[in-house]
């Protein structure tokens, strides 16, 4: 079936630096991906709308500064977190919607934790 | 704009009993609605989604839901549940048009006491 993969699954940085996080279709192509941020015990937090080839359509709150979306292919999207700070960390899941697919068919990626120490 | 509302944070239930999670949205455009599974410190699993057509959808894991427009309401159901469904559980609605975004709930976590 179809797979979005997320790399890193873990990482760590020191605060001040900057850190990206992959989202790839494995075996689809997506012109629409999403960005999520999730709080421990929380629920997820729609961060981004990522367009092949256009600017991210970020959510109300959402520093655009801060979280550079970049959505080169139709099979990867990016999230860069810069400047990195401790309420940074979190848990970062990102989607894609397979553009072939019906109804909406949207398949999720395994998230990525961040840690800044 | 779409919103979903799931009214339960916590739901503790026996094992081999049935359960219910609640979910309601609220949508001024026709909405696709699913149900997604969070285990600890992993990401999301779809369990059910409806589309269009029957108002019962089976999922995976033998948990079903009932979507009923004039209640707004997507709750979703398991007739007996194991310890292996101890997880968090989010409710989500999503317009019909073809670039619209996923809206997840609050999440219920369900816990299975033997």
């Known amino acids: 079936g179809a797979v979005v993969s997320q790399h890193p699954s873990r990482v760590i940085c020191k605060s001040g630096t900057s850190v990206k996080i992959e989202c790839r279709s494995l075996?689809?192509?997506?012109?629409?991906m999403f960005w999520y941020r999730q709080f421990p015990k929380k629920s997820l937090m729609l961060m981004a709308t990522s367009n092949e080839g256009s600017k991210a359509t970020y959510e109300q709150g959402v520093e655009k500064d801060k979280f550079l979306i970049n959505h080169a292919s139709l099979t990867l999207s990016t999230l860069t977190v810069t400047s990195a700070h401790p309420e940074d960390s979190s848990f970062y899941i990102c989607?894609?919607?397979?553009?072939?697919?019906?109804?909406?068919?949207?398949?999720f990626g395994e998230g990525s934790w961040l840690t800044v120490v | 704009a779409q919103s979903v509302t799931q009214l339960d944070s916590q739901v503790p239930v026996f094992e081999e009993a049935p359960v219910e999670l609640r979910c309601n949205y609220s949508s001024s455009v026709s909405v696709y609605l699913f149900w997604y599974v969070q285990y600890p410190n992993q990401g999301l699993q779809l369990l059910l989604k409806y589309l269009s057509g029957s108002t019962l959808v089976k999922g995976i894991n033998g948990f079903e839901a009932e979507f009923n427009k004039s209640q707004t309401s997507f709750h979703l159901r398991k007739p007996s549940v194991h310890i292996s469904d101890t997880a968090e559980y989010f409710c989500a609605v999503s317009a019909y048009s073809s670039a619209s975004k996923i809206i997840f709930g609050s999440g219920t976590r369900l816990s299975i006491r033997p």
């Open positions: 989607s894609a919607r397979d553009r072939t697919g019906y109804g909406n068919t949207i398949y």
């Open positions: 075996d689809f192509q997506a012109t629409t």
